[in-house]
């Protein structure tokens, strides 16, 4: 059974900081990884693509990296601001039977 | 703008009366899928289609129905709705391995439903 797992469950740093998030999925037959980013109520946006042939995305201060054989995912987040609070969830999308398993998500929260 | 569309954003209604969700696809997306959230529970899957006519249980089907008559549109169901269905609902798509080109098959939220049933 694919299980998707997201720790810490909640984090807070002063801003500025760099961090990171981490992702690990028992299965590495997946056709990709997808992070995503969820403010309170609202829908989720994604923040990057990783194809299983892949070992990283960036986009702006986000860089996600990959490494399927370890069943692992981190999302780098580079010089915190307010407006990246949230809450960021990675999706994986196995191969077997084309499910879509999420991870429960990190709750973020930068300090001002 | 390619997107999900869901509607209502916002339900309230009383237990027992039967009602639907809509969510429209404007992607040629194969793959539709619904879900709830949940405080400390996380996304769980309702039910999900893989292509026309094509429709599965996911997680948590108990008390919905959905049907996939044309590719765009995914209505979520609640026949008899009770006061455990109160949830965030969202629907998503994204292509059906092998429909899309490498790169595509991201998936796609809508904004969500906030249902609440007295």
Known sequence: KQEVTQIPAALSVPEGENLVLNCSFTDSAIYNLQWFRQDPGKGLTSLLLIQSSQREQTSGRLNASLDKSSGRSTLYIAASQPGDSATYLCAVRRSRDDKIIFGKGTRLHILP | EAQVTQNPRYLITVTGKKLTVTCSQNMN??????????????????????????????????????????????????????????????????????????????????????????
């Open chain 2, 29 to 118: 997306h194969e793959y539709m899928s619904w879900y709830r959230q949940d405080p400390g529970l996380g996304l769980r899957q309702i039910y999900y289609s893989m292509n026309v006519e094509v429709t599965d249980k996911g997680d948590v089907p108990e008390g919905y129905k959905v049907s996939r008559k044309e590719k765009r549109n995914f209505p979520l169901i609640l026949e008899s709705p009770s006061p455990n269905q109160t949830s965030l609902y969202f629907c998503a798509s994204s292509f059906g391995w092998g429909q899309g080109a490498m790169g595509d098959y991201g998936y796609t939220f809508g904004s969500g439903t906030r249902l609440t049933v007295v």
